[in-house]
């Protein structure tokens, strides 16, 4: 039994020089990524069995897009080959006070433009425990919106637990009240939710309250439990001092126990990927059955050292989070 993600990976270009601008780079770096195959990515390096499902180009970009999947040992099997082009995404690292950003080129990929039951849920879901779905592939287009409904509420009728990252990306979307529509259909097959406040606000303007970004991430996990009837959600904390320096955290709440996480402060080489690392994270503690504060301290370690790591995926293995989980923060050289 094992886990299976389900989204679209796309061609991630990345000024050479670190924190290069976009608009005057001459070489980019070459990687492939996205929200849910980073979850996988993570998973399987954790030594989890891992699939990830989605559709890709049959020619030689869709083939590195293959071979990057099949170097962190997830299973392609049933990925659909197909459509015409890979979804593209330049980043752009931000230093200081300039922002990280992105340019999506995404439109008409070949996930984009699968067609509704082109893949076989019952039989790809066979066996597995776990899916993870985000909130990033519904807004690719209405039958990627319909694919994502289908497995959640295939995966629920065949007794596999769901995942669901609320991922909100405001540029995929033309109104908010598209996405709460799309999310609360999936909510209602949802085991355990991802997310932040900033997604709450954004999508359902759910004021929360509190003194710090602690206590308002509690709040806002109590009206998302009471809002949407879940027993199991894991947010990330985040405060930002820079583009290059954040404190992070994470609070959890499984069975009316509400847990925190320790604190970190670190100074970010590249923060893309890191929800995706601490969700792939609180997933391989609940897979490992261990208890809600190491799982959700494994989480956010794993959250806060991708941000020291170039690239979407986080390469760090168990022992090297759990360093982190256990306090050895200083940096010194390991010899």
């Not at 590195?64 to 990925?79: K, P």
């Not at 991802?194 to 606000?201: E, I, R």
Request: neutral net charge; aromatic residues 8%; hydrophobic residues 40%.
């Amino acid at each position: 039994m094992g886990f299976t993600t389900f989204g679209e990976i796309m061609l991630r270009l990345t000024p050479s020089e670190h924190a290069g601008k976009i608009n005057s780079a001459q070489n980019f770096g070459v990687h492939y990524a996205g929200s849910e195959s980073n979850v996988a990515s993570s998973l399987a390096i954790l030594k989890n069995q891992v699939q990830f499902v989605t559709k890709l180009p049959l020619n030689a970009v869709g083939d590195g897009a293959m071979r990057s999947l099949q170097s962190f040992g997830i299973s392609t099997g049933n990925i659909a080959r197909g459509g015409h082009r890979i979804g593209t995404y330049f980043i752009e690292i931000g230093s200081s006070i300039r922002p990280s950003s992105v340019v999506y080129d995404r439109a008409h990929s070949a996930i984009s433009e699968m067609t509704f039951g082109e893949l076989d849920w019952e039989t790809i879901l066979k066996g597995q425990k776990w899916l993870f779905i985000s909130g990033i592939t519904p807004a690719l287009s209405k039958s990627c919106a319909e694919a994502t409904l289908l497995v959640a509420k295939t995966a629920r009728k065949m007794g596999v637990k769901v995942s669901f990252d609320m991922n909100f990306r405001r540029t995929l979307w033309k109104d908010k009240k598209d996405a709460r529509s799309i999310f609360d259909a999936i909510l209602e097959n949802t085991d355990l939710l991802f997310g932040n406040t900033g997604v709450l606000k954004d999508v359902y303007d759910m004021e929360v309250s509190g003194a710090n970004p602690i206590d308002q991430t509690i709040s806002a996990i109590e009206k998302a439990k009471s809002t949407f009837g879940l027993e199991q959600l894991a947010f990330t904390v985040r405060e930002h001092h820079s583009a290059s320096e954040n404190k992070l955290s994470g609070v959890a709440l499984l069975n009316d126990k509400t847990t925190i996480s320790n604190s970190y402060n670190v100074e970010i080489i590249d923060r893309f990927g890191t929800g995706d690392a601490f969700a792939a994270g609180f997933l391989h503690g609940l897979g490992q059955e261990w208890g809600l504060d190491k799982t959700l301290g494994f989480a956010t370690a794993a959250f806060a050292l991708k941000h020291t790591i170039r690239g979407d995926q986080h390469t760090s293995t168990e022992e090297e989070i759990l360093s982190i989980f256990k306090g050895n923060i200083s940096g010194h050289v390991l010899r």
